[in-house]
């Protein structure tokens, strides 16, 4: 990234401060020229002055301009770019005319291979200074740039002072809707739903009273989930019928808050394949959106492990069974525990489905006390984990506990991730192998895995 050892680890303290601090208006504004010197996981770029580190959306390393600084603290300021006065030549075109506004993507402005750098080598500082060993350059798990997302949520806005309908996501820092007639990093069947999808929409009397689209790709087709706060006419039904017909499309209308999504014409159940096996799932289920790196990050967690029908198995934070029915395939035992119900009794439909009698489902809340739950006290010689952004603190402990010769934590977010690393390490494991996974091409998202033994590491 074209700094010094030194410099970079400055950086990546002022940046592990920067993420921590709470976002306050401003008191003033000035306006300042400066030249950023590398970029952040988020992709923004850093620049330096009077002492201060400065985030700056929109910089490049090697970029200078005029800055309006919005927000200034004892030892960093944001700010955002006025004028650009030069260009990294590596500056690319955003592929997307709706870039700038729409608050889904960060980094097309950056090459891609520089946004893999910068996230790695974040990656790497935050576990090196969480437990003390020296992590060198990270592996990145890749696939495409672009069309890589097979699921997306639209927000549906009318203007009774204008009678039109908005479709499209949150503008960057607003409530704001950004209008989207495109969007490159969705699947290109998605994309290419999105102007007649806008147009069917807009032509229903209910439009008013639409909430939100939700569309997700899979093995057998898109689908579409339709949130409509008031009851649909015969009419506006058989214009969204006729709209899902014309396009291979399975709709489901969801009429009130929570309830589950009800299928008007779903002539097959949605699924995807992962590691050889079919996966059913319910409109409302969490699924990787990125399917590509899904297999990727399924099949390395599956080599990691080095499974054998001698091994029993513990997958936290199972899901539907993403990560449990591959593991149940290879190994003698496994057990999948999840907080969510509705997600245990797909995965446990799932196993069904599969014909993988050795793999058992539980429900339980990883947040609280465990040790009673008829799962716990099993003895499992490897274990898998997956958690939300909170990370896995609370069941840290009773991991260790069990002692498992190899752990593979799964994660979204580095900062807990290094947390947790640091019990795993106090209790004699080593970070035998890392990957960042490129799950979010364009965007600040960094996902990772790590695998923890007992032996320190070989190789890589």
């Given at each position: 990234m074209g700094k010094s050892p030194a410099s970079q680890t400055t950086f990546f303290?002022?940046?592990?401060?920067?993420?921590?601090?709470p976002r306050q208006t401003p008191r003033q504004s000035r306006t300042v020229t400066v030249t950023a010197d590398s970029l952040d996981a988020l992709g923004q770029g850093i620049a330096r002055l009077q002492g201060k580190t400065v985030f700056i959306p929109d910089l490049m390393p090697g970029e200078s301009a005029q800055v309006r600084l919005t927000e200034e603290k004892r030892h960093y300021a944001k700010g955002s770019v006025v004028k650009r006065l030069s260009d990294n030549p590596a500056r690319r075109k955003p592929a997307c005319r709706h870039y700038g506004q729409c608050g889904g993507c960060q980094q097309q402005h950056i090459p891609v291979a520089m946004q893999r750098e910068t996230k790695a080598a974040y990656l790497a500082y935050l576990l090196t200074r969480e437990t003390g060993e020296a992590c060198g350059e990270i592996p990145v798990l890749s696939g495409e740039e672009?069309?890589?997302?097979?699921?997306?949520?639209?927000?549906?806005?009318?203007?009774?002072?204008?009678?039109?309908?908005?479709?499209?996501?949150?503008?960057?820092?607003s409530k704001s809707t950004v209008a989207v007639t495109q969007c490159p990093v969705l699947v290109p069947r998605l994309e290419a739903l999105l102007v007649p999808l806008q147009r069917c929409l807009s032509s229903l009397a209910a439009a008013p009273e639409l909430g939100h689209a939700e569309l997700a790709d899979t093995e057998s087709g898109p689908l579409l989930v339709l949130r409509h706060l008031a009851p649909l006419s015969d009419a506006d039904l058989s214009a969204l019928t006729a709209f899902c017909a014309e396009h291979n499309t399975a709709l489901y209308l969801q009429g009130s808050a929570g309830a589950p999504p009800v299928a008007v014409c779903a002539p097959y159940p949605p699924h995807y394949a992962v590691a050889g096996l079919k996966l059913q799932f319910s409109p409302q289920d969490f699924i990787q959106v990125n399917g590509a790196l899904n297999e990727l990050m399924v099949a390395q967690a599956l080599n990691w492990l080095e499974l054998t029908k001698h091994d029993r198995v513990l997958d936290l934070f199972c899901g539907m069974g993403n990560f449990t029915l591959p593991v149940a395939e290879r190994a003698g035992e496994v057990v999948g525990v999840e907080g969510v119900d509705a997600l245990v009794r797909t995965a446990r439909e799932n196993a069904r489905l599969n014909n993988l009698a050795n793999a058992a489902f539980y429900h339980a809340d990883l947040s609280q006390d465990i040790t009673g739950e008829p799962w716990a006290a099993s003895g499992f010689n490897k274990v898998l984990l997956d958690p939300a952004r909170a990370g896995?603190?609370?069941?840290?402990?009773?991991?260790?506990?069990?002692?498992?010769?190899?752990?593979?934590?799964v994660s979204c977010n580095p900062t807990t991730l290094a947390r947790d690393s640091q019990v795993l390490h106090g209790a004699g494991y080593h970070r035998n192998a890392v990957r960042m996974l490129d799950m979010f091409p364009q965007t600040g998202h960094l996902e990772s895995m790590v695998l923890f033994t007992k032996t320190p590491p070989v190789s890589q």
């Open positions: 303290i002022i940046m592990a401060q920067f993420y921590s601090q672009y069309g890589y997302r097979r699921r997306a949520r639209l927000a549906l806005v009318y203007s009774p002072k204008t009678k039109q309908l908005t479709m499209g996501f949150r503008q960057a820092q896995a603190a609370e069941i840290m402990p009773h991991i260790v506990a069990l002692s498992p010769e190899r752990i593979v934590y």
